[in-house]
């Protein structure tokens, strides 16, 4: 699977990964700037906060409720495309997904 992260600036990157990676851990592992992950993937920092694109969000994981309450506390606006990285995986049914980061994390 692919994952394209764009930037606020209008840049993006693109990013090739192993099924099963988190968001977060492929925008950490490939230095994207923007996505800290600073609870290591724990759901509790929201440093990891990104605007999923609406047409992937039907094949999306459940917001658990921890993801839930974290979601509150990011420091870009939450809005209904708000998920935590850490907690979206990469699947065959998310290939080529397109992500928006934030322009504040922290
Ligand atoms: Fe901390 Fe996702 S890395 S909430």
């Known amino acids: 699977p ?30 994207i700037e923007g996505i800290v992950g600073e609870c ?9 906060h990104v605007y999923v694109r609406p047409e992937f969000a039907s094949e999306l994981p459940s ?12 420091t870009a606006e939450r809005t209904d495309a708000s998920r935590l990285g850490c ?4 699947s065959g049914s998310l290939a080529s997904i397109v992500v928006d980061v934030p322009s504040d994390q922290v």
């Open 2 to 31: 692919t994952i394209t992260f764009a930037q606020a600036t209008g840049e993006s990157t693109e990013v090739t990964v192993e099924e099963g990676t988190s968001l977060m851990r492929a925008a950490v592992t490939n230095g």
């Open 87 to 90: 907690q979206v995986k990469m």
């Open 63 to 74: 917001v658990s409720d921890d993801e839930d309450e974290m979601l509150d506390c990011t």
């Open 40 to 48: 290591g993937g724990q759901a509790m920092c929201a440093t990891c």
